[in-house]
């Protein structure tokens, strides 16, 4: 079946942009997760939704990023007023949360290469 | 704070020639341990999930071990397909986030 896409695959910016990221998960699975990966760097976990229950956003490095997710879905990463340092990889995974092993496992999108000039 | 450690960070082998790579890890309440495989401007790619010390996954020339410190990904008589970068991470606690660990890059020649 279709696994996790994510658009645009490149977006070069200005800085003091804002952008938006997409994300759609991989249909019926309930948990959604946003991760960025810096160059040399491992993935960095940002976001997590789970349902209908308050979004996990303990690993947002700051107010200028922030996340929704639209009727249990499709996912939107906004960065506002972008600075070079937000320069990396977003990739987004999704899980299934229910039925049998492996339900946890996280399954990732091709990922957002995000240039701020 | 859980961390994850990931050696060696870089492994050229030649075709055939087995090896491991070892992710250790030191962690509050580990709840599950999983290996990825990424490959250049992909997302990473999944590949096993380990539970509990003493367990072990293979899937074609791969397999993947666990202790109460550490998981090793053996790889035996590698291919050049199997150059990528392998990544390693842990789900801790009562959150389902992953910690990752900064990936081994292995390249396999003829």
């Known amino acids: 079946g279709a696994g996790v896409s994510q658009s645009p695959s490149n977006k070069v910016t200005e800085k003091g942009k804002d952008v938006e990221l997409r994300c759609d998960p991989i249909s019926g699975h309930t948990a959604l997760y946003w991760y960025r990966q810096s160059l040399g760097q491992g993935l960095e976990f940002l976001i997590y939704f789970q349902g209908n229950s308050a979004p996990d956003k303990s690993g947002l490095p700051s107010d200028r990023f922030s996340a929704e997710r639209t009727g249990g879905s499709v996912s939107t990463l906004t960065i506002q007023r972008t600075q070079q340092e937000d320069s990396a990889v977003y990739l987004c995974?999704?899980?299934?949360?229910?039925?049998?092993?492996?339900?946890?496992?996280?399954?990732f999108g091709p990922g957002t290469r995000l240039l701020v000039l | 704070e859980d961390q994850v450690t990931q050696s060696p960070e870089a492994l050229r082998l030649q075709e055939g020639e087995s090896s491991s790579l070892n992710c250790s890890y030191t962690?509050?309440?580990?709840?599950?341990l999983f290996w990825y495989r990424q490959d250049p401007g992909k997302g990473p790619e999944f590949l096993f999930t380990l539970y509990s010390a003493g367990e072990e996954k293979e899937k074609e020339r791969l397999k993947a071990t666990l202790t109460k410190k550490e998981s090793f990904l053996h790889i035996t008589a590698p291919k050049p397909e199997d150059s990528a970068t392998y990544l390693c991470?842990?789900?801790?606690?009562?959150?389902?986030?992953?910690?990752f660990g900064t990936g081994t890059q292995l390249k396999v020649e003829l």
């Open positions: 995974a999704s899980s299934p949360l229910s039925g049998g092993p492996p339900r946890e496992t996280q399954y």
């Open positions: 962690v509050s309440g580990l709840r599950g």
């Open positions: 991470a842990v789900r801790t606690g009562g959150g389902n986030k992953l910690t």
